[in-house]
């Protein structure tokens, strides 16, 4: 049997033979197909290719949350792309069905790891210098280090100054654990007053202070 040509192989994203209705449901489900398999969150740019041009991306998941509005998970918008996320209310089944402890915690960050990384949210790229000026504290390399292998920050470009500083960015990652469709959506903290005496707690966004037992300076 002959192998079909190239462009019978291609894929169909117009579906121009299907009526608007039946093409319109064919898109909903190329969309959360899409995103139920992958484990992160779909960029946009990869689902506008699974839909026709004249599609509105933005009107068809609004269908589909629509659809989802019963379901125990929904459609969300966060670390840049679309994901599936369970609602908090079935968050005790969850963790009664995978024998989870009752709350599961972010990362246990120290009150300096965690100061750095609100200033760094809003006031990327970043040098440590200007993070330890931020937070009125020095911000070691070792706490850094750790945000790093956190996978919470990562390296930004070289900072323009003299020697040439590495600078830092949050991450995807960061994005994601906070639950944050992009840095724009981070609350508005006037001034971010952050330094010791000034700020009682960090942001609520944010992890809060160590469990007892953890040490408060390491990394300094």
């Known amino acids: 049997m002959a192998e079909p040509p190239p462009e019978a192989r291609l894929f ?19 969309v959360e197909a899409a995103v139920f398999a992958s484990a992160e969150p779909t960029p946009r740019a990869a689902l506008a290719r699974l839909v026709g041009a004249d599609c509105v991306l933005d009107d068809l998941i ?7 509005k019963g379901r125990p998970y929904d459609l969300v918008l966060v670390a840049g792309g679309y994901h599936h996320r369970t609602r908090p209310r079935f968050a005790a089944a969850i963790r009664a069905a995978a024998n989870l402890p009752d709350r599961v915690r972010p990362p246990d960050l120290t ?7 609100a200033a760094l949210a809003y006031r990327q790229p970043a040098t440590r210098a200007a993070l330890s000026l931020t937070v009125g504290r020095d911000v070691s390399r070792d706490a850094l280090a750790r945000l ?33 469709a992009s840095l724009h959506d981070l609350p508005e903290i006037e001034g971010l007053a952050l330094r ?16 007892d037992g953890v040490d408060d300076s390491s990394g300094d």
């Open 196 to 211: 010791d005496g000034e700020a009682a707690t960090p942001p609520e966004w944010l992890p809060g202070d160590p469990p």
């Open 148 to 180: 790093r292998r956190l996978g919470l920050i990562g390296a930004g470009p070289r900072a323009p100054l003299p020697g040439a500083p590495m600078t830092y960015v949050t991450t995807a990652k960061f994005l994601s654990l906070f639950g944050l």
């Open 111 to 117: 009150r300096l790891e965690t100061m750095a990384l």
């Open 12 to 30: 169909d994203a117009e579906l121009a033979e299907l009526p608007h209705e039946l093409r319109w449901r064919e898109w909903m489900g190329r």
């Open 62 to 68: 609004a269908d589909i949350r629509d659809e989802l």
